[in-house]
């Protein structure tokens, strides 16, 4: 029995073609940590898409709406707005990406002027973040620490706030480990009140997440070009093309997390992510393969079940 099958047993774990990945998930364990690299985007991805009572979590974005009610007023309702005139852009498949593209950096861009203009410190936001139901999934920190202990990059793409998506981290694991850079839109803050004055340039917005966004002058640069075997993790569509720009690139296992609307999105997801996990809100698969790369008996389920 191959651990492919083993996987499998899990009843939300799907496999569109076991034998296909099962081929490519033997070519990263013969190739080892030295040559691996991990993409992911954070929100529902590495974060949990419900709490355990079945609650919808936030996303870093989804902060700024709920958790200023209170606070900042405008601010919610401002954003609630662009949420509701932009967000049927999204998934919308009737429009071109190049439409669709053009409407998403409209509201990315519209979004982050009105968090902007509403003046927040970095304390509000360290306090957004305290109270918010926004949380790692389970494994989580142990998959962080395996990839820091076997020092395999770990490229975090988001389209959401880069200065929550660290909070969150720092929250969980005490610092952020060396090996994982977030590629996301960070908050500029004012050194004199701390008042959040810009954000970073460029944007980056659901339909541009991928490593053409990395420029040469970040320092991991040519210690990812070195590294062929890449294991993708996204909860989007669009998550699948994170690899694009990836010049080396050799074997890419993509794993896709199935959140919500299972049945009208399950063959598109199939088609899309080797690996389907379907209303899951654990990294306990994840985890398992990259711990494979440790073990040379690829067969042995013992390999897989005793990690």
Request: glycine share 4%.
């Amino acid at each position: 029995m191959s651990i492919i099958n083993d996987i499998l047993n899990h009843s939300f774990v799907k496999i569109k073609n076991p034998k296909i990945v099962e081929t490519k998930l033997q070519k990263i364990v013969k190739d080892g940590y030295e040559n691996l690299m991990i993409l992911a985007d954070f929100d529902y991805t590495l974060s949990k898409f419900k709490d355990k009572n079945g609650d919808e979590c936030l996303i870093t974005h989804s902060i700024f709406v709920k958790c200023t009610k209170e606070v900042k007023p405008d601010l919610s309702q401002k954003l609630e707005v662009l949420c509701k005139k932009y967000g049927p852009f999204e998934h919308n498949k009737e429009i071109s990406r190049d439409e669709k593209i053009s409407q998403m950096e409209d509201w990315w861009n519209f979004s982050h002027e009105c968090i902007v203009d509403s003046k927040l410190s970095h304390d509000d936001i360290e306090k957004f973040v305290q109270d918010a139901p926004l949380y790692l999934r389970d494994f989580a920190v142990e998959f962080i620490q395996l990839i820091e202990d076997k020092n395999v990059p770990l490229i975090v793409f988001s389209a959401g706030i880069g200065n929550v998506i660290e909070m969150i981290l720092q929250r969980n694991l005490g610092k952020i480990p060396s090996q994982l850079h977030i590629i996301s839109n960070f908050m500029n803050f004012n050194k004199k009140n701390n008042i959040c004055e810009s954000f970073t340039e460029p944007t980056i917005h659901s339909c541009c997440k991928n490593s053409t966004v990395i420029t040469g002058e970040q320092t991991y640069t040519k210690d990812i070009k070195s590294r062929p075997n890449i294991i993708l993790l996204g909860d989007g569509i669009e998550d699948v093309h994170m690899d694009i720009g990836m010049v080396n690139e050799s074997t890419a296992i993509k794993i896709g997390f199935l959140n919500h609307s299972i049945d009208s999105r399950f063959d598109e997801y199939s088609d899309a992510f080797d690996i389907l996990l379907i209303d899951c809100q654990s990294m306990e698969i994840p985890l398992q393969l990259l711990k494979l790369c440790q073990n040379t008996d690829f067969n042995n389920l013992d390999a897989i079940n005793n990690l």
